[in-house]
């Protein structure tokens, strides 16, 4: 631990030595006889102060938390010396993390005893918030001396996005060869009928539709669409972000993403990530929910990387986008790179739909008559855009923070019913 | 704290009263400064224009003297630790109870010592060049002693310069673990 003088040493020194010079200069014994407590305080203090022996350690209750959740840190202060030491406990703060109680907590640790501070954490954002090591202030018995260290090491404290439940999403054009909930296209074994056809050589008698046979006189048989499972890839933009005080477009894309994957691991779908932005983070498509814990930890870590490079849809490794999948573009669209990307993933053909997170929330107009009317420019020009992408097929989903995302979902629906024979050209 | 020590003097002020309540009047002002500021310079400047106005006192000085300069150093002593103190979220009572004990016990050995000061003047040993020198050495002595107490125990650093406000706290930093 470091040591250095309380900033009242030098004054009650001063003013001891005053006391006692001017007892001498003017004769006055008075003085001097005021000087002596100071004198014998400020003697005490610095006779008898040693480094205060004190190390601890950093617990959390669990690691893993909903933002927006509570739970306990607990610093435990160990004092090794022989003599009781006050020491003032001071926790990391920072605008994501709140801290109760909010400023430092003194206590005083007994010789040779241990004891244990709470502290009321809750993350407000999430992300991975490193709490500890914990700065510390010890003071002698007279306060004439502080020593400053830090006790523990640092555990990280994983906040994950609160997610928001869904009741419908996106329906896929394409399904994959896997069990699921999804009704393909093809024929074969299945619940949802699809069509009759006469009877084939190998064809099972329970597939007969009897009635259908009695009235063709030949023997029919039902057909069905069989129920799989679709590719879902959450396409993250973490090129750009608007944001205020309180929050920005990424932190709802990301709540968005989390959600998303969440509904469609649930559906049994193959559920991937691609952080698409300065830095270029992918997570393959795999079921389960050893997945979702995957896709939480990676979207917990993105974070808008600025970079002049442009990147395309070749910076992506072939596997990260599987053919026939669902791509879900989770996007602020401010960005040039993303916008392209958007329309060259529609031009290769892929199933493609935009969740726009709205940036006008966290952009105020300005104060003036130009700023208001350049404000409407700009909302303007994001209309046109967002019928352009429609008239290139895409379904785009404006989502406004702090709404909830599933009308948005169902716009999208019915968008892409109304366009699916262009979607599937 | 303040008014009962600035009380003691001008009751019994006299003639000098006026400049006892002038004296008592600029100590609280440097104090509410002081405090305000969360600065301990005004409380020091506070607690010796206090000393000084104790000469205003017409009677019994050496016989309060003792008790005057422990009332004083409780007040420097209080008024440092609510500053100190200002920016805690939660302090634990034990905190107050045993800093205050270990002040009132110093103060207290201070006044004692003070008192054994005052007993050795009122000796009637008459004033003399020799004894002031003696004195000058042996205040000299003991700044020395101290002086050499503290280079020892902290080299040569010097006194922290804002250790009033919370110790500072590490930041803490989101991860920047990529996930490929």
């Known amino acids: 631990m470091n040591g250095s003088l309380a900033p009242r040493t030098p004054g009650v020194l001063a003013l001891a030595g005053a006391g006692l010079i001017a007892a001498l200069a003017t004769g006055r014994p008075e003085l001097a006889l005021i000087a002596v407590p100071f004198l014998v305080f400020a003697g005490a203090g610095l006779v008898l102060v040693r480094e205060p022996q004190v190390t601890g350690a950093v617990e959390l209750e669990r690691v893993r938390v909903l933002e927006g959740e509570e739970l306990t840190a ?14 003032e406990v001071a926790p990391a703060r920072t605008a994501q993390l709140a801290v109760v109680p909010a400023g430092t907590v003194a206590v005083r640790v007994g010789a040779q005893s241990e004891i244990e501070v709470a502290f009321s954490l809750r993350p407000r954002r999430w992300g991975a918030h490193g709490i500890g090591p914990v700065a510390i202030r010890a003071r002698d018995a007279l306060g004439m001396t502080n020593w400053e260290g830090r006790l523990g090491e640092r555990v990280d404290l994983r906040a994950f996005p609160s997610e928001e439940r869904l009741r419908e999403l996106v329906a896929p054009l394409r399904t994959q060869p896997f069990l699921g909930t ?30 259908a046979t009695a009235r063709r006189g030949s023997l029919q048989v039902n057909q069905r669409h069989p129920e799989h499972s679709s590719d879902v890839v959450l396409l993250l933009d973490t090129f750009e972000e608007a944001r205020d005080e309180a929050s920005g477009t990424l932190d709802s894309a990301v709540r968005t993403a989390a959600s998303l994957a969440r509904a469609h691991l649930g559906q049994r779908d193959r559920v991937g990530v691609v952080d698409f932005g300065g830095t270029l983070h992918w997570l393959e498509p795999a079921f389960g929910t050893t997945q979702l814990y995957r896709i939480v930890d990676a979207l917990i870590s993105s974070n808008i990387a600025f970079s002049y490079a442009w990147r395309n849809v070749d910076s992506l490794p072939q596997r990260v986008l599987p053919p026939g999948a669902l791509i879900l573009v989770i996007t602020p669209l401010l960005d040039e790179r993303s916008i392209a990307l958007v329309s060259e993933l529609r031009r290769r053909g892929c199933d493609l739909t935009v969740v726009e997170v709205s940036p006008l929330d ?27 992408l429609q008239a290139l097929g895409i379904a785009v989903a404006v989502w406004r923070p702090g709404g909830t995302l599933g009308p948005a979902l169902e716009e999208v629906n019915a968008f892409r019913r109304s366009a699916q024979p262009a979607l599937r050209a | 704290m303040l008014v009962a020590v600035a ?24 104090m509410v400064a002081g405090m305000v500021a969360e600065s301990p310079a005004p409380v020091h400047a506070a607690v010796a224009v206090l000393g000084v106005v104790f000469l205003a006192r017409q009677d019994s000085r050496l016989l309060l003297a003792p008790l005057y300069g422990a009332g004083l150093l409780l007040m420097d002593d209080l008024a440092i630790r609510t500053m100190e103190l200002s920016g805690v979220g939660q302090i634990a009572p034990d905190v107050i109870a045993a800093r205050l004990a270990a002040t009132i016990a110093v103060a207290a050995i201070g006044a004692c010592l003070s008192a054994v000061a005052a007993l050795a003047v009122t000796a009637g040993v008459s004033r003399s060049v020799a004894l002031t020198v003696v004195g000058a050495l042996a205040a000299v002595a003991a700044f020395v002693a101290i002086a050499v107490l503290v280079r020892r125990r902290f080299g040569s650093s010097a006194a922290d310069p804002h250790p009033a406000s919370p110790p500072p706290a590490p930041q803490a930093q989101p991860s920047t673990d990529e996930t490929t």
């Open chain 1, 74 to 87: 607990t610093v435990r202060v160990r004092n090794d010396g022989p003599e009781p030491v006050e020491v």
């Open chain 1, 182 to 211: 999804h009704v393909a296209r093809a024929r074969a074994e299945g619940i949802e009928f699809a069509d009759i056809r006469p009877f084939q050589v190998g064809d099972r008698v329970r597939q007969v539709n009897w009635r």
């Open chain 1, 362 to 388: 966290h952009v105020p107009p300005g104060p003036t008559a130009a700023d208001a009317v350049a404000y409407e420019l700009w909302r303007l020009q994001r209309e046109a855009l967002r019928a352009h």
């Open chain 2, 7 to 30: 009380v003691l003097v001008i009751a019994e002020a006299g003639a000098a009263s006026q400049l006892a309540w002038l004296g008592a009047g600029v100590a609280a002002l440097l």
